[in-house]
């Protein structure tokens, strides 16, 4: 059976990749860009709806996030960005919540896992990209890089460690929490990587076990 959390990937890949574009054609273009941006939650809400009822909460953020960024293209007042912001960094980092605790809870190691694992680095990068844009619309000038500044760009290059060096914090603030997100996902990928790997060898132990039973009877 394919992985739920494939779709997850798929979604925010077309975020990344076409909302951008898609913003620049006037209001047809941003309304299309919005009901793309909203893949992202039912895509996970789907995944995870076998979880429990705490995904029931996915929508109840979504929602209000999705409507706010449709009416930024009417209304760009700093209250209603810091909302926007405010409900889409909490919506993710609440799936990300959901998403780790399920995927700790997996015994095996299937494309299930893989994906999800996968899903999980993308959704922090994006989640991190709200705290920036929320910081930058509180305090104007936190990062540097000239006019346009591409913060989902900057967080993926930090949540990597790549340090290209062309946009950068220009805040204490700013620059303490580039700190935690390189810290946070250098500690994701060692913790997740020796967990798949160790569970892999576990599996591996087992099935030779019992190749080694069959062996003997």
């Avoid at 620059?175 to 250098?186: P, Q, W």
Wanted: glycine share 8%; proline share 4%; aromatic share 12%.
């Amino acid at each position: 059976m394919k992985s739920r959390f494939i779709y997850i990937i798929v979604a925010i890949m077309l975020v990344m990749l076409i909302v951008p574009f898609l913003r620049q054609l006037g209001l047809p273009g941003h309304l299309a860009s919005t009901l793309i941006l909203a893949m992202i939650p039912i895509a996970c809400a789907v995944a995870l709806n076998r979880r429990g009822k705490p995904v029931i909460f996915i929508p109840l953020i979504a929602v209000p996030f999705v409507a706010l960024d449709a009416i930024n293209h009417f209304s760009s007042s700093e209250f209603l960005e810091i909302l926007k912001y405010g409900f889409g960094t909490l919506l993710y980092f609440y799936i990300v919540l959901l998403m780790v605790k399920h995927l700790l809870a997996l015994r095996v190691v299937t494309a299930d896992m893989i994906y999800c694992a996968i899903s999980v680095y993308l959704l922090l990068g994006i989640g991190w990209a709200g705290i920036y844009a929320l910081v930058e619309i509180i305090s104007p000038g936190s990062f540097s890089g000239g006019s346009q500044i591409d913060l989902v760009y900057f967080s993926f290059v930090t949540l990597t460690t790549l340090g290209f060096g062309d946009i950068l914090p220009a805040s204490i603030l700013a620059s303490r929490l580039v700190i935690f997100e390189a810290t946070m996902g250098n500690i994701y990928m060692a913790v997740i990587v020796a967990m798949i790997v160790g569970r892999y060898m576990s599996m591996q132990s087992g099935q030779d076990v019992e190749n080694e039973i069959d062996l003997n009877k």
